[in-house]
Each structure stands twice: as structure tokens, then as C-alpha cells.
């Protein structure tokens, strides 16, 4: 039985916005479903003219989501599945993912699963003994697995993109169908295809990552998606130090460049992984990345002393102050 233990907030935000918008409105229709899969709460909303074609589309996505749910469930592909490998969407999320490699200068590493499994977060959490990250380190060089160098060491893990590619192909599906207000979530990863059916543009809030109820600002965004890696998604504390999930892949550790890290890309499966591999860059490289980028903008929070400081190209389209 598969252990769902991590529910994000923005997805709070999308079925608070769902019902708001619907009552402001006053006209068409409205859907919304959630379920638990990839490990993740994972939430589909949906407008349109009738509520009877609106819940036909929530279905179709869902159903969407629930075949990569099937396929990469854990995200994890070791040397006894590599026959996932030929599954045309693991080719898809591959090829997108070599892309973010390339160009994060191998910060985006898929192959760090031969750390990650050595690592337990959440309740219980565990540092694994050095030596045994090392060795493992050894096997992570995602330019050595795509060459077929070595991958009978190795685990690829697809975590950090393969949510975004099950978001992107659901609101896919949804655009086929012709709807043109509709968010899929899972997790930290959204997609909005279009605009709020009152023309507006979605107003997608972002978490404050010390208080769990509470956001550091807003961003105003439309038929785009929205990706948020932080170190408070799965942590433990141990001696005062915060462990989380996202680790460098050239330490093996969790990386300590960022504390929360937003990213904007016209499609969820770059976002996905842009916003994990901007994580570890941190702020500096981050940034000049995502400025290269066509489309693409992030925030970043990070930490200088006590406090916390945002940067970023979308920093300043925050509704109200973030940080002081």
C-alpha cells in the first residue's frame, strides 16, 4: 500500500479560489476533485457553461492523473523496472529532464535517487552515514546514464518533474476539450489553463515556508504554470538543523542555497523541474538561469542570518510585501 504523507498547501488556495470565484460569478458551471496519488494530494477545477460538462472534464483529468499515478507512482526507476524506461510519457519526462540538466550545469541530476533512497524524512527522519553517500554519489551522473554508461548502479528518480508532466498532460486534456478556466495541482506543481472565468487573472498565493499557515505574498498569473519547491515540504529536525528532501547533487545533502523557490514556465513539466533545480542553484545562478529563459521568471526566498530576503525576476509582481 502506498504511503501519501505529504499534503501541500497551494492547494488550499485552489479550492478556496474555486469557491469564491463560483459564487461571485453567479453563472455557468463549476467542478472540483481531489484525490491521493504520486505520493501527493492531487486537485482538479474546473469552469465552464454547464455543471454536467464541467464534471465530465474533472473526470477526464483525473483520469489522465491517475495513468501516471499507475506508472510512476514513487517516482523511482531502479535497475529491476527499467523496462518503465520505454513508456513513451518516461521518454517525454527523460528528454524534458536532460534538457533542465544541461542547462542547470547538472544541478538537476535525476539519477540522485542512488542518494535519496539512502535518506528517510518526514517523522523518523534519518542522516545515512557518510561513507554510504559517498558510494552512492559515485552513481549519480545523469551525462553517464543518458550515454548508457552505468545504469546498473543506478536509480533514477523522476520526483522532481514527473508531477509536473501528469499536471501538464491533465490540463492538456482539459484545453482538448474546450474548457478555458481550469487549475490541475499536484502537490507543489500547477497549471492554469487560461484565465478565471471572470477574465481575471488567477491570484496564486505562496506559502510563507515558517509559518504553515500562513503566505509570503501573491502572484497574479494566467494559462501558464506554477511550481514551488521548499525545504518545509519533507524535513525533519535533528541538533537544530532543518534535513529536507532536496538534495545537491554534489554533496548528497540537502541543499542549504534556498529556502523556497516559485517558478514560472509556459508548460509544468520544465516548471517542475526548473523549480527544484533553481533550488539547489540558489538565488545568484538561479536567477541569471531563469533570466535566460523565454517565459520563465521565479522567486526565490533564502536565508541571510535570521532572516529571510526574496529576490527575483517576480519578486516585484508580488500583490503586497513579502519580507522586511
Avoid at 554519489?137 to 554508461?149: D, I, T, Y
Avoid at 546498473?152 to 474548457?179: H, N, P, Q, T, Y
Avoid at 545568484?284 to 531563469?290: I, K, N
Amino acid at each position: 500500500m502506498k504511503k501519501y504523507r505529504y499534503l501541500y498547501p497551494l492547494l488550499v488556495v485552489v479550492a478556496v479560489l474555486g469557491a469564491a470565484i463560483a459564487r461571485n460569478t453567479g453563472k455557468g458551471g463549476f467542478a472540483s476533485d481531489s484525490a491521493l496519488m504520486m505520493d501527493t494530494l492531487v486537485q482538479v477545477s474546473v469552469w465552464g457553461k454547464a455543471r454536467v460538462s464541467c464534471e465530465a472534464g474533472v473526470d477526464s483529468a483525473m483520469s489522465v492523473l491517475a495513468s501516471f499515478d499507475r506508472l510512476l507512482g514513487d517516482a523511482r526507476i531502479g535497475p529491476s523496472e527499467e523496462a518503465v524506461l520505454d513508456e513513451p510519457e518516461v521518454q517525454r519526462i527523460i528528454s524534458v529532464a536532460a534538457e533542465v540538466y544541461r542547462a542547470s550545469g547538472g544541478l538537476f541530476d535525476p539519477t540522485i535517487g542512488s542518494v535519496s533512497r539512502l535518506w528517510t524524512f518526514g517523522e523518523g527522519g534519518r542522516v545515512p552515514r557518510a561513507e554510504s553517500v559517498d558510494v552512492a554519489l559515485e552513481r549519480v551522473s545523469f551525462a553517464r546514464w543518458l550515454a548508457g554508461e552505468g545504469r546498473g548502479g543506478s536509480v533514477l528518480d523522476l520526483g522532481g518533474i514527473a508531477k509536473g508532466r501528469a499536471v501538464e498532460a491533465a490540463a492538456g486534456k482539459l484545453a482538448s476539450l474546450g474548457f478555458r478556466s481550469a487549475i490541475v495541482a499536484a502537490g507543489g506543481d500547477m497549471r492554469l489553463v487560461g484565465r478565471r472565468p471572470d477574465g481575471k487573472p488567477w491570484r496564486i498565493a505562496i506559502r510563507d515556508p515558517r509559518r504553515e499557515d500562513g503566505f509570503i505574498g501573491y502572484l497574479e498569473l494566467e494559462d501558464t504554470a506554477v511550481s514551488t519547491s521548499g525545504d518545509y515540504e519533507r524535513f525533519f529536525m535533528l541538533g537544530g538543523r532543518r534535513f529536507h528532501h532536496i538534495l545537491d547533487p554534489r554533496t548528497g545533502m540537502p541543499s542549504g542555497a534556498s529556502v523556497s523557490v516559485t517558478a514560472v514556465a509556459p508548460e509544468a513539466t520544465v516548471c517542475d523541474a526548473l523549480s527544484t533545480a533553481f533550488f539547489v542553484m540558489g538565488p545568484g545562478d538561479g536567477s541569471t538561469l531563469a533570466e535566460s529563459m523565454a517565459g520563465v521568471g521565479a522567486v526565490f526566498l533564502y536565508a541571510e542570518g535570521e532572516s529571510l530576503r526574496v529576490t527575483g525576476r517576480l519578486a516585484s509582481k508580488f500583490e503586497r510585501a513579502v519580507v522586511e
